[in-house]
């Protein structure tokens, strides 16, 4: 196993590469200069050109994006140009807290998700299916701008239940984990039914029916556990998802996540912490990607890795 994730590893480097690069060219195409974004609007000539060459954007472009590849293969992120901080240190300040929001997100996904998928499959046709699948198809419809807005409006604001933004305490995380969950847990829950409906119609579950074994074990027992392969590569595709879509919640909520960061980040045209964040999102889905992979063998012990 330990060759197979050697290889896996050496395989996404091109993809990291790619990440670099593709970044690396957005950034520096948008308009606008960052060393007037940085130094303001009645900066001296010499200001800017001190500020251009501490952050190298005085240099072509190849020859930035070399620099940068060195520093990164060092472990060096480089400084942001707006709080003169190390990225790096930028990162492991906001980055904490999406992994909270995302954790709390698949948390509720999870728990929700795949016992309606599981309670649907095996009440096919019934007003529970019926309720489970258009809740799925609502949840996978709705604009997660608008649910965080309306579940603000409403336990927040109205009822009073739960903050209205930022951090703190646990209360603080529902609003924003629930909000980002909705999109998941309506995946999540039609997979399971889709999956846990072709086991069950499989010869060795009715064989198992015969021989008189509990509908609960052949359920979780022989079912489940084989339905459970393609949820799990949901669930880890939606990981990474929920990473990259904790920038809306967090926007709504106040969270003072990467996706905050990012945003205002893009926004200052604060070149190496938005490759920064770029990266440290690309590198984290690539290993959730890898943990699922590993998964497999867990759940289905045929499947071996070379």
Same mark, same amino acid.
């Given at each position: ?35 007037? @974004? %940085? ?31 060195? /520093? ?12 003169? /901080? ?12 999406? %992994? ?13 998700? =795949?016992?309606? !998928? $599981? %309670?649907?499959? $095996? ?29 603000? @409006? ?5 009822? !009073? ?53 509990? !509908? ?11 339905? %459970? =392969? ?5 669930? !880890?595709?939606?990981?990474?998802? @929920? ?55 867990? =759940?289905?012990?045929? =499947?071996?890795?070379?």
């Amino acid at each position: 196993m330990s060759t197979y994730i050697v290889r896996r590893l050496l395989a996404v480097l091109p993809t990291l590469l790619g990440v670099l690069l593709a970044v690396f060219l957005m950034v520096r195409l948008a308009p606008g200069d960052p060393a007037q @974004l %940085l130094a303001g609007e009645f900066a001296t000539p010499e200001a800017l050109a001190e500020i251009r060459q501490r952050f190298g954007l005085d240099q072509p472009w190849h020859v930035q994006l070399g620099l940068y590849l060195a /520093k990164v293969v060092q472990g060096d992120l480089g400084e942001s140009v707006r709080t003169r /901080k190390p990225v790096a240190y930028e990162l492991s300040t906001y980055f904490p807290n999406t %992994l909270q929001l995302t954790l709390g997100a698949m948390t509720v996904a999870l728990l929700v998700g =795949i016992p309606a !998928g $599981i %309670l649907a499959a $095996i009440r096919p046709g019934t007003v529970f299916d019926l309720v489970a699948m258009l809740g799925a198809l609502v949840g996978v419809s709705m604009p997660v701008f608008w649910f965080g807005l309306m579940a603000i @409006l409403i336990f927040a604001v109205q009822l !009073g239940w739960f903050p209205v933004a930022g951090t703190g305490s646990l209360w603080h995380l529902v609003l924003p984990a629930v909000t980002l969950s909705t999109g998941t847990t309506a995946i999540l829950a039609r997979m399971t039914r889709s999956a846990m409906l072709e086991v069950l119609s499989q010869d060795y579950i009715r064989t198992a029916r015969a021989k008189g074994l509990a !509908g609960r074990v052949v359920i979780f027992k022989h079912a489940l556990r084989n339905a %459970l =392969i393609p949820v799990v590569t949901v669930a !880890g595709l939606q990981f990474g998802t @929920l990473l990259e879509g904790a920038v809306i919640t967090e926007t709504v909520f106040a969270w003072p996540g990467i996706g905050q960061l990012l945003v205002g980040s893009i926004l200052a045209r604060d070149y190496p912490v938005v490759q920064g964040a770029v990266l440290l999102i690309a590198v984290a889905f690539i290993l959730i990607n890898l943990v699922v992979d590993l998964l497999y063998g867990a =759940i289905d012990p045929r =499947i071996r890795y070379d």
